[in-house]
């Protein structure tokens, strides 16, 4: 549609591209001497009559493509479907195998972090035991005898803090035996139930029943460059240039269809927000 001649109200004429991608009054791209509006060209019975006719034109290929496919597709329609299902199929497979790799990924990385916190905690356990076993006092049992000599009273006293002396060395190398045997730590019990739906995910409908779950702008009907009309859904959720979903003869932004609807946008936008304030 760009490069179609219009008609102007100066008697020349420019390209489609020209005239309909401006909103406001603007200066004749040919004559510059006379200020003009898209809508006034578009009311010109003759551009009116040329743009109809290249409308349906179009809407005759559109419905010529279409039928060409649907020939194709309506003797073997197991195929389509099968293949479509197929390919759901296969999308499930990779995401088996996406979250297989990324767990295993995940568990070895946790995995190899706690046999290196074991090895930090080992080493620093053996420098502490081997800095008590070297401060350990050990003595000479024999230095435990009695001295039969003695009165009662100082073989009593001796008894005491002998057996006192004996309980320590007793106590501090029973200490570092079962510090030597026991860790203090455990691996505890995994607690938690993967909820494998939401890791998977889940099969769903992409076109929900609810329409209050429906963008309200969705089906707000707006203005294509080539003068078709279109859902706004099937507009502005592209990114980039792509193909007229209507025509399929040109290629467009979603940022020229804002130009062109900016006052239906603005209004329906107004509109939802009267409703829900």
């Known amino acids: 549609m760009d490069d179609i001649s219009i008609s102007l109200p100066c008697g020349f004429s420019a390209k489609y591209k020209d005239i309909f991608y401006n909103n406001d009054k603007f200066p004749c791209p040919v004559c510059k001497i006379h200020d003009l509006t898209s809508q006034e060209c578009l009311n010109m019975t003759?551009?009116?009559i040329f743009l109809n006719e290249i409308k349906l034109d179009q809407k005759k290929n559109q419905y010529e493509e279409l039928m060409k496919e649907f020939e194709n597709n309506k003797y073997d329609p197991k195929y389509y479907i099968d293949e479509s299902f197929d390919c759901?199929?296969?999308?499930?497979?990779?995401r088996r195998e996406e979250i297989k790799l990324m767990l295993n990924i995940e568990i070895d990385d946790y995995h190899d972090g706690l046999?290196?916190?074991i090895d930090m905690e080992?080493?620093?356990?053996?420098?502490?035991?081997?800095?008590?076993i070297q401060n350990i006092d050990t003595f000479d049992l024999a230095s435990f005898k009695i001295d039969d000599n003695l009165d009662?009273?100082?073989?009593?006293?001796?008894?005491?803090?002998s057996e006192i002396k004996i309980d320590d060395g007793i106590r501090s190398v029973t200490t570092i035996i079962d510090d030597l045997k026991n860790l203090k730590f455990m691996l505890t019990e995994s607690s938690?139930?993967?909820d494998i739906r939401k890791l998977f995910g889940e099969l769903d409908w992409k076109e929900k029943v609810n329409t209050l779950q429906k963008n309200k702008m969705d089906d707000l009907i707006i203005s294509l460059p080539c003068v078709f009309s279109a859902k706004y859904k099937e507009i502005f959720y592209s990114n980039g240039k792509f193909s007229c979903p209507v025509c399929k003869s040109h290629k467009m932004t979603s940022q020229e269809c804002l130009v062109r609807n900016k006052l239906?946008?603005?209004e329906k936008t107004c509109e939802l927000k009267k409703k829900y304030i």
């Open 264 to 266: 239906i946008l603005i």
């Open 46 to 48: 003759k551009n009116k």
């Open 152 to 161: 009662i009273h100082s073989k009593l006293e001796f008894y005491k803090k």
């Open 192 to 194: 938690v139930n993967i």
């Open 115 to 117: 046999l290196e916190m």
């Open 122 to 132: 080992r080493d620093l356990k053996l420098k502490v035991i081997e800095k008590r």
């Open 88 to 94: 759901l199929k296969r999308e499930v497979d990779v």
